[in-house]
């Protein structure tokens, strides 16, 4: 059996604005504070926040034993809890309705016989994914909740790029099904062109993981100037404690991700003009054009000190160059199949 390729495009484009809705609500709920507001995970009966004046009460007295009210929040009113609890409850929620959203209909076409074995594949992955997704959200926040109270970076970058990941999974979906790919020999794969846009894509998912460590660590708070940081183009002691400092220092984290994107955007650029007389791949200049907006958006919440609103633009930007490398990929990849 067959199922009709625009109602397949169109449920899986509303899979993937469901996933870059829930990136940036993400990134608000970091950005307000508000991600360690839930102290527990409950898959069935956590959709239902508390309801009457004691349930908050209980609520709020439990969050009370937490690391965050201890150390960052304590005075804090029930009132203001249950602004900082909405939002990460909202997340969770959405996070759940993406998946139903994603689960339902797959299980439906997957067990309706209406794909293939060999197509089902990339969607049963997807569906683990999205399981995999909403465990590592919570063991992300369960690191926040012990000693310490913010989120372990590491946890927050996989988290983050998994939700990437699933991103790309969908949109190449998206893709297949609007170009109705044939299966790929990969022996006439053109590498001229696959091999620039998949280091690009590298870069800049390397990009989006140091993006995470800078929202982990704070790291965006260090330094409101630029070029020079603390007054020098390079600050002394980036590696005070070591190597490992590129990983665990705000200050050197924030260098590598501030100065990494002009080198994304020189290869971006180097690309394009390498890749634009290549049929198949018309509009590669988009993808410098938009990396000049994103490093412009990059500086821009450096100078005003990470405004929220300017921060969630520049995460937006993330998924537009990524969704772009995304569909370029794909391009380059299929452009041998087809010609």
């Known amino acids: 059996m067959k199922v009709s390729k625009k109602l397949i495009v169109t449920w899986l484009a509303i899979v993937s604005f469901t996933v870059v809705f829930q990136i940036i609500l993400g990134g608000y709920v970091r950005l307000t504070k508000s991600g360690l507001s839930m102290y527990d995970w409950h898959v069935v009966h956590g959709i239902i926040p508390p309801i009457t004046d004691s349930e908050w009460q209980e609520t709020f007295e ?20 249950k602004y900082i609890y909405y939002r990460e ?22 067990f ?37 109270p913010h ?31 044939k299966t790929i020999n990969r022996t006439s794969i053109n590498h001229m062109v696959f091999k620039p846009l998949s280091i690009l894509f590298l870069l800049v998912v390397f990009q989006i993981i140091y993006g995470a460590f800078v929202a982990g660590l704070k790291a965006g708070y260090v330094s409101d100037t630029f070029p020079l940081m603390f007054g020098f ?9 070591g190597v490992f400092d590129i990983f665990t220092s ?23 003009l390498k890749l634009k ?19 412009l958006l990059g500086l821009t919440v450096i100078w005003f000190h990470v405004p929220i609103l300017i921060a969630l633009i520049h995460q937006g930007g993330a998924i537009v160059v ?18």
């Open 151 to 181: 989120v372990s970076h590491f946890r927050l970058a996989a988290h983050l790029i998994l939700a990437f990941f699933i991103l790309g999974l969908v949109l190449w979906k998206i893709l297949d099904s609007h170009f109705e790919e």
């Open 322 to 339: 990524f969704s772009l490398i995304v569909f370029f990929v794909h391009r380059g990849i299929n452009y041998a199949e087809n010609n």
């Open 112 to 148: 309706g016989g209406f794909f293939k074995w060999r197509e089902s594949k990339i969607y049963v992955l997807i569906g683990l994914l999205f399981a995999g997704q909403g465990v590592l959200g919570w063991y992300m926040v369960k690191s926040g909740l012990v000693d310490v």
């Open 250 to 272: 705000s200050v050197t984290v924030h260098f590598i991700h501030r100065w990494f994107a002009f080198f994304v955007l020189g290869y971006a650029i180097f690309s394009s």
């Open 277 to 295: 007389k290549q049929e198949g791949l018309k509009g590669i200049w988009l993808l410098p054009a938009v990396i000049i907006v994103q490093v």
């Open 233 to 241: 183009l390079v600050p002394p002691n980036l590696f005070q404690t």
């Open 89 to 110: 409850f909202n997340h969770r929620i959405i996070g759940r309705l993406t998946g139903l959203i994603y689960a339902v209909p797959a299980l439906f076409l997957l």
């Open 62 to 81: 439990n969050y009370k034993h937490t690391p965050e009210y201890k150390k960052i929040n304590i005075g804090m009113t029930l009132d203001e809890y």
